[in-house]
Every structure is written in structure tokens, then in C-alpha cells.
């Protein structure tokens, strides 16, 4: 894939994005709110994603990025809210259920189960069986060479624990089970946080590639250079809240910056300050 | 999307010694290897020892007899420590199962015609009805294995002896008595061979079908030396133990009364009536099978490797990790009333001390088998190789006329030297 030809396709996409705006965003969550013994981890967000469209979440560390996209993966239960999807409230309260609506996710951890090989993690909960319900693992693995052959062809080690696999390749593995199943939705917390160069281009090309089949994509990533490349929309959070969301046309990497280590919007933060986080 | 990545070509294949690489292309399991290696040494090293008297059809026998017991209970211990959990209360629940159906026989039901039967339902239902209660308050009240089986531990024991205030109760059913083993309770020289032919054809069957799979999909094969010596080894395996089980006969005394009352002249020498497969050992065959079978090839299995890989993907990915975790107990509980009814039928009694260290027998043969107890690593097959090893050094030490605390003080040295040697070898295999 050249860069021209991603190019293209990503500025098609953002103009589906817009087209697709008239209708219910492919997801809604409406006054979010997750508490952890006192601590509002996400205090009231509200935060929405269209087809096609990739929405970058950043913030410092415990800004609430990950425990927000953990409510809509369904790992961690909200306390109060409401979850929209295609305008239709829905109740996830355990990751079945948001696989169920085809949202899948990355995780930063990976979530692997170590002790077993590729296939069998790519089809974690989701194994494919033969007539009588024992496992096939014959055509999970054929599955799994499949798409690994479209995401990472230098992967070989199909019959050893992913323990054994280096960091790039179990990415590749978490990464191939989100993308195996169709899914609508994607967060991807973190995609290229283990990676080497190399393999962070082609999960940028991925992430474009998919963003072109209509995927609406979380994307949470400390790398700011990253998000502003491949979002279409942003939000900043800072100590559980939405700072803003901007739509990157309209803000710099610097005002970006700065909401994200002042928790201020642009307009907010004085010269003063703003010359002390460039400087 | 095609370029290579660097960070791939650090971790692909690395030309390895050239013995290695070959046990690689058969995709034998080299644990479960060295554990028939260290299993043949002992053997042989016993048999040198004792001056022969260990490697006889005799001894071989009643070794595979006294392994049953503990060796059905590890096939289920290692799913529950391969999830990350223990269960100690496994031999006061054989106890307390071992004596609810000597109950069913002596004092319940007497007199009817199926009691043995009624004993074995009786005791199936009972055994996974506690193991789930235990199963249950571990996996949904969230109190750790360790303490709810600790605490069954105490609670089976104590109310086997509220029973029948601790008495003896004998004699089992006829027909129960069968499960315990003995010339009586085994399957006689030509079933022993038709199950023996049963498991070449099991073995060449899964050896074919499995090839024809792999070339279906395209996968790389199986060196085709490998495939027909591990066929050999296998069949090998399976009709030689046929072989030493037939190579025992019935006690001089019963072989005479046989003859007695089938009117049989006896030829001079006695009469020499091959035993076969004891009925425990076909048992273990059997459970092995299936619990191999629920471990590699079920979902069920899948998911108790993958919570003991890690809790938190399994339950990101999806899993009932609570209905799995109780479900392991269940199936303890079921594979503990097998052994209990074995157990209670080979002694033809129920009594209080039936299953007394059980618990540590059967979690040392899990271990030794090569289960991990940081979860997600075991076998079945291993823990009943587990098994096997723990008796034979167990019965070794008794042909040898090692007193009872020296067996117990190189059982537990063999134990802490297995893991130990596991470990090294396992740290030594990742670098």
C-alpha cells in the first residue's frame, strides 16, 4: 500500500464521516460516570463516534481514557450514564455483551492469555467447533495463518504459547482478534505503545484501511503526533472530564498540548502559560 | 503492508542442536518424554535393587491397581490447579463418598439386588453436588480454594465419623466389589487383548486422521518416520501391557477352587489363569480418555487453560470464568466418588480412614506430572504418569523394605526435586 493510495481513501472516508453525520452517531455515551472508592476516574463525559471516523482520546496518565473505553468494552461497569448505539440505548455490562454490538477492542494490556498459541487466543470465547462442539483447531489455525498473513506476514509461530512471541507479534495477535470478528466498533488503547517503527507505520495503515471500510475507531494514545495524524475528531481528557473536542482541522498539535497539561480549552490558557509548556 | 518488520526476525526460528530440532518435527511432548525416561530409570533401578523382583507381571499388576485411585483424582486436580486453584478437601470427600456407599449397601439398601448400583449413583451425585458447592462458593462468594477446601477438608472427615460413629461397614455388593480389582474384577485374557487391539486401532486411527486434517488445511506434516515410530511405540506400549497383565495369574488357591467348581481337571502345576486388565486400571484408561478429551478438545478445557494463562484476558475475551471454575470442582467432585467407589470396593469395606493424605498424593502426582501451580500448565496424561511415578516409588521402597517414614522422606525429596528440575528446565528453555 503506497501513502498516496491511503491518502485518498482516508480523505473518502472523512467524507462518508460527514455524509453519515445526519444520521444517529454509531455510538452515543451520554453522562458517564465510574468511580473508584471516591475517585471519579470518569466524571460526566460525554463523547460520541461516527462510522468511518477515527476520534482520538488523549490526556495524561489516569486522565480517564482507558476507564471510559473499558465502560463501552463492557470490563468495567459504569455507575451512571446511558450507551447509544446508532441512537438505540443499550445495557453492556460484560464484554459478551459488546462484542455482541460488534465493538471490539485492543487493549492496552494486550489481555493475552499467555500459556496458549495464536489461534487459540485469536479465538478466545469465540472458538470455532466442529458438529459435536469439540474445538476445530484445525480451521482456527487456517484462520489465523489467513489473517495473520494480511497483518503481519513474518508471522510463523503458529504452534507456541504467544508467551514465546516478541512484542510486535503479540500485538499482532490482539490486534487480529479485534479485526477478525467485523467489527463496527474499535478501540484501540495504546496500538503501538510495544512497537518498533516498522510495525507501528503498518498499524497506522491499518488503522486507515479500516477507518476506509466504515469502522468507527476509538484510538487512545500518549503519542500526540500519532492521534493528530490519523484522528478525525479529538478529546481531551484531563482528571476524569472532557476538556473539548476538536475536530483537527481547527487546532494545532499545540493547543492540543496544552488542554491535555492544563486541562484548560485554548481560549482559557494565557500566554503566559502556553509559553511555559512550549519552552 | 508487505515490508518485513525487523522486530520479527529476532524471534524467528534459530537453528537449534540437531537432536532437539528433530523432536521438534515429531511435536512429541518432551515433558511427558523425560517423565517416561525418569519412569523407565526408576523401574529399571528398582528392579536392579531389588534383584529382580520389581519388573514381574506380578508386581506391574497390583502397581497399576494401587496407581487408580489417585491417578483418576489428578486428571481432575490438574484443571482445578491449572486454573489457579487447589482443592485439599479431595481425600476426606473420597472418604465421606467411599463411606456413603457402604453405607447404601450395608445399612440402606441391603437387600436390594441393585444396591451397587444405587451405591454408584448415589455416590456420583452426592461427590458433584459438594464439589460444587465448594466449586460455587470459591468461584461466586470469592473466598480463596485454599480455605473452602481446607475447610471441607475438616467437614467431609468429621461427618463420615457422625455417620456411623466410626464403625467398620463390610461387606460390599458382590458386583461392586468387582470395581475394586482383583483376578476377580478384571477383564480375563481375550478382552484384555480386544482392548488392546482397540487402543492400536484408537492410536493408528488418530495418528491417519489426524495427517489427513493437517493436509486438508494445508499445515505442515509430520515427518512420516515420526508418525509410524510413534505408532509403533504406541501400539508397542499398549499390547506389551496387555501382555504383563496376561503374564499374571489367579492366585494358586482361587485358580483350585475355580477349577473345583467348573469341574476343570487341573493340569500339573495348577491351573494358570491369566487376570488381564484389572477393572480400576480399565477405569483409568477410560477417565483419562475423556478427561483428555474435556481438557484439549472443549471449550470447557480451553477456557480453564485460558483463565490460568490469565484471569483477566479470559474474562475480557468473554468467558463464564465463575461457571468454569465451579464446574472443575464438580468434575473433582464426580472423578473423587470413581475413585471412592474403587477405593471402598478393593478394601470390601467402608471405613473412616479411607482416603487419609489423599489430597497430597494426588496434588504431588499432578505436580510431578508437570502441572504448574502458577496455573495454565498440566496435562492429563501427565498426572497420571504423576501417579504411576509416585506408586512405583512407593511400592519400590516396599520391595526394597524401606520403612514407612524413609518412603515418606524420599517422596517428598522426589517432589521438591521434580518441581525444582521442572523449573530449571523451563527458565533454561526460555532464554
Known sequence: ?279 | MTQASPGDGLTAERPRRSIRSLLQSTEVDTRLLGMILALAIIWVGFNIMSGGLFLTSRNLWNLSVQSSSIAIMATGMVLIIVSRNIDLSVGSLLGFLGYTMAMVQVVWFPTNPLTWLIALVVGVFLGAIIGGFQGFIIAYGKVPAFIVTLGGFLVWRGLLFEYALGQTLAPMDPTFQLLGGGPTGSLGESYSWIVGILACLGIIYSLISGRRRRRGYGFPLRPRWAEVTIGVLGCGAALGAVWVANNYFWPVELAKSYAQTHNIVEPPGGLQIPTGIAFPVLIVLVVGLVMSFIATRRRFGRYVFAIGGNPEAAELGGINTRRTIVSTYVLMGILCSISAAISTARLNAGVTSLGVQNELDVIAAAVIGGTSFSGGIGTVPGAILGAVVMQSLRSGMVLLRVDSPVQDIVVGCVLVAAVGLDTFLRRGNKR
Open chain 1, 1 to 279: 500500500m503506497t501513502i498516496e493510495s491511503s491518502a485518498t481513501t482516508a480523505t473518502t472516508a472523512t467524507a462518508a464521516a460527514a455524509i453519515a453525520a445526519d444520521q444517529p452517531p454509531l455510538v452515543e455515551m451520554r453522562d458517564i460516570r465510574v468511580s473508584f472508592g471516591g475517585v471519579h476516574a470518569v466524571d460526566h463525559v460525554t463523547i460520541d463516534l461516527h462510522a468511518g471516523e477515527v476520534v482520538g482520546l488523549v490526556g495524561g496518565n489516569g486522565a480517564g481514557k482507558s476507564t471510559l473505553m473499558r465502560v463501552l468494552s463492557g470490563a468495567t461497569p459504569a455507575d451512571s450514564g446511558q450507551i447509544l448505539i446508532e441512537g438505540k440505548p443499550v445495557t453492556i455490562s460484560n464484554p459478551r455483551d459488546a462484542k455482541t454490538y460488534g465493538i471490539e477492542t485492543i487493549y492496552q494490556t494486550l489481555a493475552l492469555a499467555d500459556n496458549i498459541d495464536a489461534a487459540a487466543n485469536l479465538f478466545l470465547g469465540r472458538e470455532l467447533t466442529s458438529r459435536l462442539g469439540s474445538l476445530d483447531d484445525g480451521a482456527m489455525e487456517a484462520a489465523t495463518r489467513k489473517i495473520m498473513f494480511r497483518l503481519n506476514p513474518n508471522f510463523k509461530n503458529f504452534k507456541v504459547p504467544v508467551k514465546s512471541l516478541s512484542g510486535g507479534q503479540r500485538q499482532s495477535v490482539a490486534i487480529a482478534r479485534a479485526v477478525h470478528f467485523n467489527a463496527r466498533i474499535l478501540i484501540m488503547d495504546e496500538p503501538t505503545a510495544a512497537l518498533g517503527p516498522a510495525e507501528t507505520a503498518q498499524v497506522r495503515d491499518l488503522v486507515r484501511q479500516l477507518k476506509a471500510e466504515g469502522i468507527g475507531i476509538f484510538l487512545i494514545s500518549h503519542d500526540i503526533h500519532d492521534v493528530y495524524d490519523l484522528s478525525d475528531r479529538i478529546s481531551v481528557m484531563y482528571h476524569g472530564r472532557v476538556v473539548d473536542t476538536v475536530t483537527k482541522d481547527k487546532s494545532s498539535t499545540d493547543d492540543i498540548l496544552a488542554m491535555i497539561i492544563m486541562g484548560k480549552k485554548p481560549h482559557e490558557v494565557t500566554s503566559e502559560e502556553m509559553a511555559q509548556i512550549l519552552a
